[in-house]
C-alpha cells in the first residue's frame, strides 16, 4: 500500500511541474535530476551509515522522513502556495533521504527473511514494487482530477504509518547482531570504497551504471516511440509501460524459484537485456515493440535482482552497506546524464539510435565481461576474495 502512495506522489509531482512550468520538458528534466543526483552524491556517505547501524532504525528513520517529505509538498500546496523553487528542494531533499533508504531497505530484507531466502524475499518483494507501478499512476490519476494534487501527496503521507508500524513491530524479531562497521574504525576509515570491493561487486556496480543510467530511459524513448515511430495514440504509449510492467511482474516470480546467483546470471541478464533494447530498436510494428517490452521488463528485474544478491552475498560483512551504495550509486545515480546523452542521440542521430546506442554499448560489456568471468576469478561467496575459477 506505502509503494502504491510512492508512485501516486511520483506521478502527482510530475505532473503539478508540468502544470507550473507550463509543460516545458527541461524543468522537468532537472526536477527528475535533482531527485536521482544525491544517490551519485551520497553514496558512499550512505553506505557508512548502513553500515555502522542497525537496518531496522535506519529504514524507520528514512521512512518517516519520507512521510514528511510527501506532507512538506501536499499541506503548502492545500493551502493554495507552490512553486518550482521549491519543488526542487523538496525533490533534493527526499532524493537525500532515499540515498540511504534504498541499501538501508535492502539489508532490512537479509535481516528478515535470512541469508538462504534473500533470492527469493528481493524476487517477491520487486513484484509488489512492479504490481504498484501499475496501480499508482492509475490511482493518482483518479485523485488528482477529483481532489487535486495535495491529496495525494497527504494520502502518500499517511500510507507511510502503515510502514513505520509494522517496522516497529518487526524490529522485535529482526536480528539484533551490533553492525559490523562499529567493530574496527580504523579499518573503516581506510577503506577506499569501490576500489576495496571484490571485483565482482565492482563489475556489477559497472553494468548496473550502463543498464540504469542509460539503458532504462524509457521515459524518454518510449514516448519518442510511440509518436514519431509508429504513431500511437496515448492509448498505444500506455501500454508500452504496462507491458513492461507486466514483464517485470512475471520475471520476478520465475527470479522467486530460482537458486542464488553468481557473477554469470547478471552478466548473461544484462547481455539478454541489450540484445532486446537493440531488437526492439528496430522493429518495424508497434505490435512486435510491445512484445519485446515484456522481454525488457523480465530482463530488468531479473538483472536487478540476482545483481543485488549477488552484491549482498559477496561483499564481506563489514562492507556490505558500502557495496549495496555503490551499486545503487551506479543503478540510479547516472540517471540524470544517461537521460541527457539518450536525447541528445534521439535529437541528432533519430529516435532509433537512442535505444540502439545504450544497448549496442550493454551488449559488448556484458559479452565481453561474461567471456572474461573465469580467468578473473568473481567473487562466488561471502567475504571470499578469489575464489578458483569458474567459482561464481
Sequence with gaps: MSIIGTMMTYTALYWLTLHIAHGNAVVLSTLVAAQFLPMLLLSRRAGTIVARHRAVRVVTVTQSALAAGSLALGLPLAAGWMSIWYLWAASFAIGCVQAVDVPARQMFMLDLVGDAELRRGSSLYAAVTGMAKIAGPALAGIIIAASGEAAVFLADAVSYLLVIGVLAWLSRDAR????????????????????????????AAAMALLIGGFGIQFEVTNPLMATKVFHLGSLGFGLLGTFMAAGGILGNFWSARQQDPGAREFLTWSVVFGAAEAAAAVMPAAWTYDALMIVIGAAIQLFAVSAVVYVQKAAPEAQRGHALSAYNAGFMGFVPAGSFVVAGLAAFAGTRWALIGPAAAILACGTAVLAAERSWGFVSGRGAAHPPAGAA
Design 176 to 203: 539484533h547482531a551490533d553492525p559490523s562497521g562499529h567493530a574496527d574504525r580504523a579499518a573503516a576509515r581506510r577503506f577506499r570504497w569501490l576500489l576495496d570491493l571484490p571485483r565482482g561487486i565492482q563489475v
